[in-house]
Every structure is written in structure tokens, then in C-alpha cells.
């Protein structure tokens, strides 16, 4: 078993991964920039190294840092938390050959997921359902014309090494196909150093439902189960609740094997998520996988009663997944709402000093975050406070939950987005589970 964990993230990731060493019994080792010398995964860690400034390109992201912290304080294993260095191939790979554990999938299964064109090409060949699209990359705008009259219009235009919505398009004609080709391109180029496109048919208000999968040493996996994560802004999750009210026993079941033959296809160990869209006749579609432990986890966590940390760990050490696909037992619903400082007229990201925090509790209700009343919000990081993530027996109690604890949530001196969370969930849509992914802009 691990002995010593580096954790190389910060906030409210890194105290969450701490939490679950300590009861496991592993020490922790915390890394942090100038910004966090005082920040509450530092105090709560066994050990902690400073790695750099505060910018990530100088601190979060300096594998060698990272590493030379992992040697100073003798830690045998790393996790990447998510975001930051955690789909990161060659910081996998250097971790292993630096002999540490790394709490993750192998590197190679990270590389696989890194090209969406070469997935597609996977998953396609794996048997799993991709959107109807281009057969590999889109070599120039006049291959694209003429693929997307045989698709017909509307098609979306993406980049292979996009994400975050960057290097994407929606397009309705021909006219605008001409002239979105190049700058998504050049802007793919800019972002990612890649510039090669493709096309697949656009899926009208899909739905975002992704599988979590967890597979171990031995050739083992399991699904857990569904979230769905439809309710986004700009391509940023802003609610997640397990089950979907849209999901059936037959949908789950196909959605499920599909996620496992994902998984098995790029030899995937360790705790995944394969994202898919789902259209209003129950069509399922691969769209990417993440190769790490999820924002969103603790929605599955609730309704399956399991610890996924604590089984990336045991996973990372060689045990066994000790339970069959029919022992996954879920009960309940779950909804976690992400609390972001930003203002809310200009839709930014609102930094300051928190100047008091109050959080709701109970029953059924869990924050994970990674600040406290004095805190500083700063521009060098993820403006997300925290999740606030409640559990039921129902959805209807879980909505009454949600909104009991949404009034009960106080943050002062930094502008927030409780008040959209509010009334997303005190919507009549979001009460009747009409979450297609145009929520936000229907609201
Ligand atoms: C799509 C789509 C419709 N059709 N692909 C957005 C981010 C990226 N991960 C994939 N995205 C989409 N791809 C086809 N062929 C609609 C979206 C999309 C979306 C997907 C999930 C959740 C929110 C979304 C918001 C806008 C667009």
C-alpha cells in the first residue's frame, strides 16, 4: 500500500484526497505556491514543500518541482488531483520512472484520450457508438464542404486536440463553414499547437450523462452508475446529480458496457469517466474520456455508498476490485452545485478576501472547499469556493435539500453565483428535469 501521498493540486481537490489518507493511514504531502502559503491544504497536510510562485506555469505545473519534493519528503506515490498536471502523459511517465506510484491510469491510456480524432478511431473500432462524422481529420475547408453536404446541415466543427469549447463551432451553412474553418483552426493552433480539425453531425439539445468506471490490475471493471452534468455554462459545470431523472435500466445497461469497452480498449486502469451525449431518442454518443477522479465525483460516491479515492488508492496498489458489476448497489439522488466567485452581472471571476463564510450542514450534506472566512480568492486560480453536494432518498427531497442549503450558504467580501444556483434549482425546468444542455440559455 502507499506509505507517503504527494498530492499535486491545491484547494479544495487536495483536501479532499487528504481526508482519505488519514483514514487510511497514509501520510500526506502537500506542494503549494507563494499565493497558498497559508492556504488549508498546507495546515492540513503531514508535510508541506513550496514549488514556486504563484502563477501555475511557475508553480502547480513544474513537474521538476514537484518531483524534487516528491524525493525530499521520501512520498512513493503522486495524485494528480484533477486539472493542473492530472491528464498530463509525460508527468505520468516521469513519475513511474522516477519509481513513484502514480494514482492514475498508465500513461499510455492518458496519451490515447489526449487526440479526440484518434479516440474516435478507438472507439469506433471498440464498438462503441461516436457521433456520425468525418473519418479522421478534415484536411482543408473544401473536404469539409463537401462532408458536410453529405452529413447535412447543422454540423459541429472541432478540434482533435480542443476542450473547454475552444476550437469549436456549431454550423448551419455553407457560407459559415467557409469562414469558421480557418479561424477555429488558428485558434486550435494558438491554444493546443494542433491544428487539425473535424467534423461530426451536431446532436440537437443533447444531454450530458457520463459513465463513472473504475477497472483494477487485473483486467477487472466496473460502472457506477451515471452523473449528469448537462447544466453548464461556457462549457463550465454548473450542477451534477446522480441519478439522471432521464436514465432507464435498458439506457444504463448499454451505456454501461459501452463505457467498460472504452475502457478496456485503451487498457485503462484506475477511476474514469467516459463522457457521452444523449439525444431526446435515447442515442448515446462517445465523446471523450477523462482520465482522472472528477469534479463531480462525490455525486457517485453518494449514491453508491464508495469512497473513490480511497479506491484509486487501493487500485494503484494492486488490490483487487473486491465487488462484481452486480454488487454495485446505488440508492438515493445526489446534486452538487459548483459555488464560483464571480460576479454576476459581468459573468467573471470576482477575487478578493472572503470575509465571512458560513456553510450549510445536516444530514445528507456535504461541502468540499477549499477556502475559509479570510481567504483570498486570487486570478491565479480556479475561481470555484467550493461544492456544496446533497443527498436524498428522492429527487424532490433532494431539491428541498438543495434549496434549504443554498439560503443557508453565506459568503461575504467576494461576489458569487449563488444566486443563478438558486434559481436553476427553484426553476419549474430543472423541477422537471428538462436539463438538455440549452438549460442555462432557456433560463
Ligand atoms: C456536440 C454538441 C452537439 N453535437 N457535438 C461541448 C463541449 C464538448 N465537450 C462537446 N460539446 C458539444 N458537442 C455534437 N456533435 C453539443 C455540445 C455542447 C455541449 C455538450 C455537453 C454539455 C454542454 C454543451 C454545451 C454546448 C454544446
Given at each position: 500500500?502507499?506509505?507517503?501521498?504527494?498530492?499535486?493540486?491545491?484547494?479544495?481537490?487536495?483536501r479532499?484526497?487528504?481526508?482519505?489518507?488519514?483514514?487510511?493511514?497514509?501520510?500526506?504531502?502537500?506542494?503549494?505556491?507563494?499565493?497558498?502559503?497559508?492556504?488549508?491544504?498546507?495546515?492540513?497536510?503531514?508535510?508541506a514543500?513550496r514549488?514556486?510562485?504563484?502563477p501555475?506555469?511557475?508553480?502547480y505545473?513544474?513537474?521538476?518541482a514537484?518531483?524534487?519534493?516528491?524525493?525530499?519528503?521520501?512520498?512513493?506515490?503522486?495524485?494528480?488531483?484533477?486539472?493542473?498536471?492530472?491528464?498530463?502523459?509525460?508527468?505520468?511517465?516521469?513519475c513511474?520512472?522516477?519509481?513513484?506510484?502514480?494514482?492514475?491510469p498508465?500513461?499510455a491510456?492518458?496519451?490515447?484520450?489526449?487526440?479526440?480524432?484518434?479516440?474516435?478511431?478507438?472507439?469506433?473500432?471498440?464498438?462503441?457508438?461516436?457521433?456520425?462524422?468525418?473519418?479522421?481529420?478534415?484536411?482543408?475547408?473544401?473536404?469539409?464542404?463537401?462532408?458536410?453536404?453529405?452529413?447535412?446541415?447543422?454540423?459541429?466543427?472541432k478540434?482533435?486536440?480542443?476542450?473547454?469549447?475552444?476550437?469549436?463551432q456549431?454550423?448551419?451553412?455553407?457560407?459559415?463553414?467557409?469562414?469558421?474553418?480557418?479561424?477555429?483552426?488558428?485558434?486550435?493552433?494558438?491554444?493546443?499547437?494542433?491544428?487539425?480539425?473535424?467534423?461530426?453531425?451536431?446532436i440537437?439539445?443533447p444531454?450530458?450523462?457520463?459513465?463513472?468506471?473504475?477497472?483494477?490490475?487485473?483486467?477487472?471493471?466496473?460502472?457506477?452508475?451515471?452523473?449528469?452534468?448537462?447544466?453548464?455554462?461556457?462549457?463550465?459545470?454548473?450542477?451534477?446529480?446522480?441519478?439522471?431523472?432521464?436514465?432507464?435500466?435498458?439506457?444504463?445497461?448499454?451505456?454501461?458496457?459501452?463505457?467498460?469497452?472504452?475502457?478496456?480498449?485503451?487498457?485503462?486502469?484506475?477511476a474514469?469517466?467516459?463522457?457521452?451525449l444523449?439525444?431526446?431518442?435515447?442515442?448515446?454518443?462517445?465523446?471523450?474520456?477523462?482520465?482522472?477522479?472528477?469534479?463531480?465525483?462525490?455525486?457517485?460516491?453518494?449514491?453508491?455508498?464508495?469512497?473513490?479515492?480511497?479506491?484509486?488508492l487501493?487500485?494503484?496498489?494492486?488490490?483487487?476490485?473486491?465487488?462484481?458489476?452486480?454488487?454495485?448497489?446505488?440508492?438515493?439522488?445526489?446534486?452538487?452545485?459548483?459555488?464560483?466567485?464571480?460576479?454576476?452581472?459581468?459573468?467573471?471571476?470576482?477575487?478578493?478576501?472572503?470575509?465571512?463564510?458560513?456553510?450549510?450542514?445536516?444530514?445528507?450534506?456535504?461541502?468540499?472547499?477549499?477556502?475559509?472566512?479570510?481567504?483570498?480568492?486570487?486570478?491565479?486560480?480556479?475561481?470555484?469556493?467550493?461544492?456544496?453536494?446533497?443527498?436524498?432518498?428522492?429527487?424532490?427531497?433532494?431539491?428541498?435539500?438543495?434549496?434549504?442549503?443554498l439560503?443557508?450558504?453565506?459568503?461575504?467580501?467576494?461576489?458569487?453565483?449563488?444566486?443563478?444556483?438558486?434559481?436553476?434549482?427553484?426553476?419549474?425546468a430543472f423541477?422537471?428535469?428538462?436539463?438538455?444542455?440549452?438549460?442555462?440559455?432557456?433560463?
Amino acid at each position: 500500500m502507499v506509505k507517503k501521498l504527494l498530492i499535486a493540486n491545491r484547494g479544495e481537490i487536495a483536501r479532499r484526497v487528504i481526508r482519505t489518507c488519514r483514514q487510511l493511514g497514509i501520510a500526506t504531502v502537500a506542494v503549494y505556491s507563494d499565493a497558498d502559503m497559508k492556504a488549508l491544504h498546507v495546515a492540513e497536510a503531514d508535510e508541506a514543500v513550496r514549488i514556486g510562485p504563484a502563477p501555475v506555469a511557475q508553480s502547480y505545473l513544474q513537474v521538476e518541482a514537484i518531483l524534487a519534493a516528491a524525493r525530499a519528503t521520501g512520498a512513493d506515490a503522486v495524485h494528480p488531483g484533477y486539472g493542473l498536471l492530472s491528464e498530463n502523459a509525460d508527468f505520468a511517465k516521469d513519475c513511474v520512472d522516477a519509481g513513484l506510484t502514480f494514482i492514475g491510469p498508465p500513461p499510455a491510456a492518458i496519451a490515447a484520450m489526449g487526440s479526440k480524432i484518434e479516440a474516435r478511431q478507438v472507439m469506433r473500432k471498440a464498438g462503441v457508438p461516436v457521433v456520425p462524422g468525418s473519418d479522421g481529420a478534415v484536411a482543408d475547408v473544401e473536404e469539409a464542404l463537401r462532408l458536410a453536404v453529405d452529413m447535412g446541415y447543422p454540423v459541429m466543427l472541432k478540434a482533435s486536440a480542443g476542450g473547454g469549447g475552444i476550437g469549436m463551432q456549431e454550423v448551419r451553412d455553407e457560407q459559415t463553414l467557409r469562414r469558421a474553418f480557418s479561424a477555429n483552426q488558428a485558434r486550435a493552433k494558438a491554444y493546443f499547437g494542433s491544428s487539425e480539425m473535424f467534423l461530426e453531425k451536431r446532436i440537437e439539445a443533447p444531454r450530458h450523462i457520463e459513465i463513472q468506471v473504475l477497472f483494477d490490475r487485473h483486467g477487472h471493471g466496473v460502472y457506477l452508475g451515471e452523473r449528469e452534468c448537462s447544466i453548464q455554462r461556457r462549457h463550465q459545470k454548473v450542477v451534477e446529480e446522480a441519478p439522471s431523472s432521464f436514465m432507464d435500466e435498458d439506457l444504463l445497461l448499454r451505456m454501461g458496457e459501452a463505457a467498460l469497452a472504452a475502457g478496456r480498449a485503451i487498457g485503462y486502469v484506475n477511476a474514469g469517466t467516459v463522457e457521452f451525449l444523449v439525444d431526446a431518442k435515447r442515442n448515446f454518443y462517445f465523446l471523450e474520456m477523462n482520465t482522472r477522479l472528477q469534479v463531480e465525483h462525490p455525486v457517485t460516491e453518494f449514491v453508491t455508498g464508495l469512497d473513490l479515492v480511497a479506491w484509486q488508492l487501493r487500485i494503484a496498489s494492486g488490490e483487487s476490485l473486491e465487488f462484481s458489476q452486480s454488487e454495485v448497489q446505488r440508492d438515493g439522488h445526489a446534486i452538487e452545485v459548483r459555488v464560483y466567485a464571480e460576479d454576476p452581472i459581468k459573468m467573471l471571476p470576482s477575487p478578493g478576501t472572503i470575509t465571512r463564510l458560513e456553510l450549510p450542514a445536516g444530514q445528507g450534506v456535504r461541502n468540499d472547499v477549499g477556502v475559509e472566512a479570510g481567504s483570498e480568492v486570487t486570478p491565479y486560480y480556479d475561481p470555484m469556493i467550493g461544492k456544496l453536494i446533497v443527498y436524498a432518498g428522492t429527487r424532490e427531497e433532494a431539491i428541498a435539500k438543495l434549496t434549504s442549503a443554498l439560503d443557508d450558504y453565506v459568503v461575504e467580501g467576494i461576489q458569487t453565483n449563488l444566486p443563478l444556483l438558486q434559481r436553476i434549482v427553484s426553476s419549474s425546468a430543472f423541477r422537471a428535469g428538462e436539463t438538455t444542455t440549452d438549460f442555462i440559455n432557456r433560463l
